[in-house]
């Protein structure tokens, strides 16, 4: 079993960027795929960004396209959202998530085992 606990959360103007961290606790981490989601005030939640436990097969979701990047550091059981040229509409809770599907990147959230308590990201202009 694996806890996520995201930081790195916060208020950025619009073009900014922001740097979204989930330290993760339990064993064997680099077991784990990686993702990100994301819910905005009144809508469902989405998928953003995905990686497997080894760093490769990144998928993302065409909004965030060449804006967001995902990475993890697998010595500091960590995953990372690099999010550059934000937008008001990617105002919203961030979540990570983890699966057990060894190398594959699903992007649908009920493949995902364990999450995270969120972090807020509000873009202003």
């Known amino acids: 079993q694996v806890q996520l606990v995201e930081s790195g959360g916060g208020l950025v103007q619009a073009g900014g960027s922001l740097r979204l961290s989930c330290a993760a606790s339990?064993?064997?981490?680099?077991?784990?795929?990686m993702g990100w989601f994301r819910q905005a005030p009144g809508k469902e939640r989405e998928f953003v960004a995905t990686?497997?436990?080894?760093?490769?097969?990144?998928r993302y979701a065409n909004s965030v396209q060449g804006r967001f990047t995902i990475s993890r550091d697998n010595s500091k059981n960590t995953v990372y959202l690099q999010m550059s040229n934000l937008k008001p509409e990617d105002t919203a809770v961030y979540y990570c998530a983890a699966h057990t599907l060894g190398s594959y990147s699903p992007t649908e959230q009920r493949w995902y085992n364990y999450w995270g308590q969120g972090t807020q990201v509000t873009v202003y202009l």
């Open positions: 339990g064993r064997s981490f680099s077991s784990y795929g």
């Open positions: 990686m497997n436990g080894g760093g490769g097969n990144l």
